[in-house]
């Protein structure tokens, strides 16, 4: 009995090192994601990608300030939390775990944390986004704020769940990249009102993200490929790739699809965001790395349904 419960604990531990390993990488792997995407951002791009739109508000508000903060930030503390949670770094260098501990909480408190109660105001997603930024911001400063004083009154039992708490704040953008409910079209730009012809409408576009829709591979399910995913839950249209995408193309879609005020339906939005792409291509408006993007994104973006 004694070694069946010795290899259950081994094994207990093997899989808790296995799932942390795991859950660090897709952590490290969306910080960098997010830092390569600075290209768009220095300086701003406001044809495509995550600031398409915002031009009008960028400098005139504090928004571009809250913005160059939060990606700043974000990433610095996300790379800079993930190895405080080991403890053979504590026990090889106590030392390197304070330096780490304190680039992350002035990357949260001065940076992240302010940047996204900023960017909350703005978001298209209107008052329930600016609770959830808002509701975020203070959490994550208030855990961080605590873990620190913990630190400095030496109740590391009580510092370590109020950074498990901070941290856990932070990863939460990882966790919407990583996860999604059910499919509906939850996001309009200002003032516009899409009302969809069917008895229970539901879109998913997949915009911002690095997803894949891949139907024709042999181990693909319902679990695994998230076109199939999404038509099970009902949705009747999707756009996604067919492949892994790096390049965010499918942003130009809110051109067609949300800007044109119920103009255009999804399919045909599709159809014009292509026309565009090739026009771009025709006309030499893209050059390097948006020419490949370009030409890479455009022969993957799929619509499935009706």
């Avoid at 008895?199 to 911002?208: D, E």
Wanted: hydrophobic letters at 45%.
């Amino acid at each position: 009995m004694g070694d069946l419960n010795s290899e259950t604990q081994r094994f207990r531990e093997a899989a808790r090192a296995w799932f942390g390993g795991l859950t660090a990488l897709a952590i490290l792997v969306i910080a960098l994601r997010i830092i390569g995407t600075y290209g768009f951002y220095f300086p701003p791009n406001f044809d495509r990608g995550f600031l398409q739109a915002r031009q009008a508000y960028f400098w005139s508000s504090l928004y571009g300030m809250g913005f160059y903060l939060h990606i700043i930030g974000a990433p610095l503390a996300l790379i800079s939390g993930l190895p405080q949670f080991s403890r053979l770094l504590l026990r090889w260098s106590p030392q390197f775990h304070h330096c780490l501990g304190r680039i992350y909480a002035i990357s949260v408190l001065l940076a992240a944390a302010p940047g996204g109660f900023i960017m909350g105001f703005r978001s298209f997603a209107g008052n329930p986004a600016l609770f959830c930024f808002t509701l975020m911001s203070l959490l994550v400063s208030a855990f961080t704020l605590l873990a620190w004083r913990d630190a400095l009154r030496r109740k590391f039992q009580s510092h370590r769940r109020w950074m498990i708490r901070s941290y856990l704040m932070m990863v939460s953008a990882v966790l919407l990249r990583l996860t999604a409910k059910e499919g509906a079209l939850t996001m309009t730009a200002p003032g516009v009102s899409l009302p969809l012809q069917a008895s229970h409408p539901k879109l998913y576009w997949a915009v911002g993200n690095c997803l894949t829709g891949e139907v024709n591979s042999p181990q693909n399910s319902f679990r695994n490929s998230y076109a199939l995913a999404w038509m099970k839950n009902g949705v009747r249209q999707y756009i996604g790739a067919v492949q892994p995408t790096w390049y965010e193309l499918n942003w130009n879609m809110a051109d067609w699809f949300l800007k044109q005020d119920g103009r255009w339906t999804f399919g045909e939005s599709l159809f014009l965001l292509r026309q565009w792409s090739q026009f771009v291509l025709a006309e030499n408006v893209a050059q390097g790395q948006d020419r490949r993007g370009t030409e890479y994104t455009d022969g993957i973006f799929v619509l499935y349904g009706d």
